[in-house]
């Protein structure tokens, strides 16, 4: 069991956005503005996407972007491309440690 | 920017010690602005933090892998490693080291993983 909360899957079509929630406590997600999320592709290893909430790292597409209300985060996506589809992680610093989501898995319709 | 590649034995016999090393190139692990660390992630599942160690030695581990984690650093050649012990089938993952940001903690660059199967 994952200590942060994910939902399993979500699906989109093409051009639509969508959003993936990640569901903490006040010991990770509301206790710090250090939320990241990650993208993984089949046999791939994770590739940042967004961090400290809501910050791109160079190189990431503007589509993606990320916030943080209470002890919930969301990772939002729009446009969404064929190559969006992936597995799709939060992380959090717990206090000199960190936390994972389950991962998501993301189709594009 | 960095790259790190992981390196060690792709079969560990139940009971005994994992042992793997990650070599870091382009960028030197005794910078003050990241951890090195290690992430794993069984097949089908999720990630999970093992732990992460900082130029000066100190490290920090996953409270329910303390027990039998050990997270060591070589300078001279610029890698860092994992000693985990008692392995049981539970142990078998895909590992990485990964560069974390000295804020957050949060992963940068990641190693491609490296399959670690625990059998007899």
């Known amino acids: 069991q994952s200590a942060l909360t994910q939902p399993a899957s979500v699906s989109g079509s093409p051009g639509q956005s969508i959003t993936i929630s990640c569901t903490g406590t006040?010991?990770?997600?509301?206790?710090?503005?250090?939320v990241s999320w990650y993208q993984q592709h089949p046999g791939k290893a994770p590739k940042l996407m967004i961090y400290d909430v809501s910050n791109r790292p160079s190189g990431v597409s503007n589509r993606f972007s990320g916030s943080k209300s209470g002890n919930t985060a969301s990772l939002t996506i729009s446009g969404l491309q064929a190559e969006d589809e992936a597995d799709y992680y939060c992380?959090?610093?717990?206090?000199?440690?960190?936390?994972f989501g389950g991962g998501t898995k993301l189709t594009v319709l | 920017q960095p790259q790190l590649q992981e390196s060690g034995p792709g079969l560990v016999k139940p009971s005994e010690t994992l042992s793997l090393t990650c070599t870091v190139s382009g960028g030197s692990i005794t910078s003050s602005s990241f951890y090195w660390g290690w992430i794993r992630q069984p097949p089908g599942k999720g990630l999970e933090w093992i732990g992460n160690?900082?130029?000066?030695?100190?490290?920090f581990y996953n409270p329910s892998l303390k027990s039998r984690v050990t997270i060591s650093e070589d300078t001279s050649k610029n890698q860092f490693s994992l000693k985990l012990n008692s392995v049981t089938a539970a142990d078998t993952a895909v590992y990485y080291c990964?560069?974390?940001?000295?804020?957050?903690?949060?992963?940068?660059?990641w190693g491609q993983g490296t399959l670690v199967t625990v059998s007899s």
């Open positions: 160690i900082y130029y000066s030695g100190t490290t």
């Open positions: 006040s010991g990770d997600i509301s206790g710090y503005n250090y």
């Open positions: 990964a560069r974390l940001r000295w804020s957050g903690w949060y992963g940068d660059y």
């Open positions: 992380g959090s610093y717990a206090g000199s440690h960190v936390v």
